[in-house]
């Protein structure tokens, strides 16, 4: 049998309860708690929620290395900073992970900046040998991103580490968090260690559906290419020109009960066929997932939010699941929608469940944890935005 997660996942249920302090985000708790499982997480760290500092992202990534390799890592080496005496930080900057803000200061709690930490990562994964996969990322805020980081920045985007949001801005100064950093060196483990699969479904149900691509801890980029064989979409004519609609087979929630339905979609008829399979994985799935044929929508025609680019619900190569009930969180704190309750809600989509591997298996990117803002619960795309 192929199964699809590529991580030990049986034990963590019982890892939450014995993580580090620190609420920790719905889209995180599953990576958060099995990089805490495989000793990816420090002892030290006694938070899992706000920004990481400079020497919290050191510490990380020694104890991480260590982890991975299973080779201690020495912390002999002379400190050359006057403003720490962290052996984590002195190891870091010998290796080579980081630099000071000068000759003789490191700044070991400001925070990260994402700019920062592309440097961090991409100097990490050259030490534990790892080579990107995908290609650089086309980012519409390259300007803003400083000289010396730019290439880092690109390089840790085809690693899959750090990617563009949903309106393809990479944000170069906005802080990293405790969780995004772990999520980083569970998929830096991944990809050094892997052979590390699920056995059995005693926490989450090997996945059995049609989907075939292998989710190691990072989502797939599809080719836009593949898709717009017709040419690119920049107006309505030519959107309502590449959709067709798909009829599938559903569970509705009726009083209560599961039973069959039938939900029609839009979609850009280069993954209509896709989507199909999607649906009918879902539809086999042994959660009988729900979806609200109310709600539940893929094309229409209009722009990301606070940009003037055009949203893939545009072009039919993005769905919205179950809205109201996985909704959408912006940075300061507003939403769309009213609660997202995996495990709770039966609408509410959980990581590695059946609608979650359904789209996954099939190449499709969760907005749930994909980018660090907004965490869209309800959203898959087929082109990663």
Known sequence: MRIHIKFTAIILALMLLAMPAGAVSPWAKTDVSLADALGLI???VSRLSGYITRAELCELEICAYEAITGTAFPKS???PFVDTDSPYVAAASYAGLVNGRDDHTF??????????????????????????EGKPESFYDIYDISAWAVEYVKTASAY????ADYRGLFLPEEK??????????VRMYSDVQPKIVVESGETFAPYTGTGDYVYNGRYRRNDPDDVFTDGPITTKAQADAQMTDITVDIWELKNGEKVPGKLTLTVHKNIAGVLTEVFADIYNGQERFPIDPDGTYCYSFRTTAGTS????????TAI????DQNYCVYSDGSTVGSLYAPGENPYSIEKFGDCWNAFVSH????????????????????LGK
């Open 77 to 79: 080496y002379e400190n």
């Open 320 to 323: 919205d699941i179950n809205p």
């Open 363 to 382: 190449g499709f990117t969760w907005g749930g944890d994909a980018w660090s803002s907004p965490q869209d619960y309800m959203h898959f795309s087929y």
């Open 160 to 163: 899959g580490y750090l990617t």
């Open 176 to 185: 990293l968090s405790v969780e995004q950093a772990i999520i980083v060196m």
């Open 107 to 132: 700044a070991p709690n400001d925070y990260v900046t994402r700019e920062e930490a592309a440097r961090f990562f991409v100097a990490l994964a050259a030490i534990l040998g790892i080579e990107p």
């Open 42 to 44: 420090p002892y030290s």
């Open 309 to 316: 680019r055009l949203s893939e619900h545009a072009t039919g």
